[in-house]
């Protein structure tokens, strides 16, 4: 899901992606800019997108405060929650009928994993024992009934799973370090977590199954020992993030036979790349990479490589984005025809959009309605950051 904080939809052309058919039928694309909410300073993000791309969540501002959002071509960008707190949705289930994310008390301090479904509204998922409160929903199954993130502890923070059966149940750390981990993504099936914890080497990423427990997957060859997982695709079989290799921060792609690919960076700028999310079999990825630019989103594929999604989405879509810089993709549905991130429009203000192919059967407004509808900065919080919150 994306798994793990602006997004679009996207096809493939078969030509150049033997192993993505899909474009080969399509020809006509869409970019949609999705506004932002009423009220306060102008910026927008989009964290995670539906299988069917009719519903889209994330963050924007309101004239109180930062405020998670859904947003669907029927009802445009709508809150999520109606308190003057500020809140963040972080991802959306397959459907889109299940949001998660976190509401944050800047006067009390305390921050709330919640779950949104349009029955219940946003509720509160509660916190691990011990500690302060303090709890983060960063992606959610394809089900909607599993949800992955991070909570505070008597050790410190540690990555949780909830579940309505058992509520949050703390998944431990890697071996050696400092105490500290979270997770940031869960897969399709909800049995497979992954995220960051500490082990004796440095932040590393890990996997988690209810079998197998907490497995780190190491680093890229070279540089400073640091990798985080920040999504899980193919049921597990391919997990994405990014790790530090001889030439800086990259963004990798690991699977059991391969172990963790570096992906490679955009031409210009400094040596940093991350990849964000995915279509369900991991054989497209996009993210973010440095340029001469700055931040722009890139699309990888098995056989293509990485590539500038706005060169992909103007020379090969024949999409007009003049006055537009993508700087993030941040998810891709299920079948890669839909991308959302955040990027900087003609006025130069932060906001979100989805990309689409417009061939992609989209439901009648009354069907719309049946799907039901789902689900920027934390203090001084890095950009990287803002798809999932990161415990601090």
């Known amino acids: 899901m994306q798994t793990r904080c602006a997004i679009s939809v996207i096809s493939i052309l078969t030509g150049q992606l033997l192993l993505l058919p899909l474009a080969a039928k399509a020809g006509l694309w869409t970019f949609d800019s999705l506004g932002d909410l009423d009220g306060g300073r102008f910026q927008s993000a989009a964290y995670d997108v539906s299988d069917d791309g009719t519903v889209v969540v994330g963050s924007g501002w309101t004239a109180v405060n930062n405020k998670a959002f859904r947003w669907t071509d029927l009802t445009g960008m709508t809150q999520l929650e109606n308190s003057d707190l500020y809140s963040h949705s972080s991802a959306t289930s397959s459907g889109g009928s299940v949001a998660v994310g976190w509401v944050w ?39 909607g009934a599993v949800v992955a993130g991070f909570g505070h502890t008597a050790l410190g923070y540690q990555a949780s799973r909830w579940t309505q059966a058992t509520g949050q149940v703390p998944l431990g750390d890697l071996s050696g370090g400092i105490f500290h981990s979270s997770a940031f993504g869960v897969s399709r099936d909800g049995l497979t977590i992954v995220g ?38 193919a049921d597990g079989g391919v997990i994405i993030g990014n790790g530090q290799s001889a ?18 960076d955009l031409p210009g700028g400094l040596y940093e790349s991350e990849a964000w999310g995915g279509a369900a079999d991991g054989s497209l990825l996009v993210g973010s990479a440095s340029t001469d630019l700055g931040r722009e989103a890139f699309i990888w594929g098995v ?53 689409r192919d417009a061939t992609t059967p989209v439901p009648e407004p009354s069907s719309l309605i049946l799907f039901g509808l789902t689900a920027a ?13 990161r415990a601090a």
């Open 105 to 143: 008390n800047q006067a009390t301090a305390r921050v709330e994993a919640f779950r949104w479904t349009q029955a219940t509204g946003a509720v509160g998922l509660g916190d691990l024992a011990g500690g302060t409160f303090e709890s983060y929903a960063n992606d959610v199954s394809a089900d």
């Open 196 to 233: 960051t914890g500490n082990s004796s080497q440095g932040q590393e990423a890990f996997y988690w199954t209810q079998a197998s427990g907490m497995i780190g997957l190491g680093d890229l060859t070279g540089g400073i020992f640091e990798s985080h997982a920040e999504d899980v695709l």
């Open 247 to 264: 030439l800086g921060k990259e963004a990798f792609r690991w699977t059991p036979t391969g172990g963790m690919i570096g992906l490679g």
């Open 303 to 355: 056989g293509s490589g990485m590539r500038n999604l706005r060169d992909v989405a103007s020379t090969e879509y024949g999409l007009d984005l003049t006055g537009w810089r993508l700087s993030h993709a941040l998810a891709m549905s299920a079948d890669g025809r839909i991308i959302v991130g955040q990027g900087y429009n003609p006025d130069g203000n932060l906001e979100a959009w989805v990309i």
């Open 377 to 389: 900065g934390f203090y001084g919080v890095q950009l990287r950051r803002r798809r999932k919150q």
